[in-house]
């Protein structure tokens, strides 16, 4: 049952299914990869699922190591 994922290069707009056309934008999902989540997206009219390259890692990491301790909103440096 595993869908195959479309690899598509990233080119500042991601808004347009590479394979049917559909306009309008897409769904989200995650999946863990190794020691790496992948953040993919859905078609919501042909449901193929592509992966523009981004991952999540750096969210898991300060959940998983607790940095940041829980002060008041942690700004830039
Ligand atoms: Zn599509």
Redesign the pocket.
């Known amino acids: 049952m595993a869908k195959k994922i479309n690899s598509v290069v990233f080119e500042g707009t991601f808004r347009v ?1 590479p ?4 306009t309008d934008g897409f769904h989200t999902m995650l999946k863990q990869v190794g020691e790496t989540v992948k953040w993919l997206f859905i ?1 919501p ?2 449901h ?1 699922i592509f992966d523009i390259g981004y991952t999540v890692n750096n969210l898991i990491e300060t959940e998983s190591t607790g940095r940041g301790a829980p002060g008041p909103m942690a700004g830039p440096p």
Not at 19 to 22: H, Q, R, W
């Open positions: 299914c394979a049917c056309g559909y078609c009219s042909c193929e």
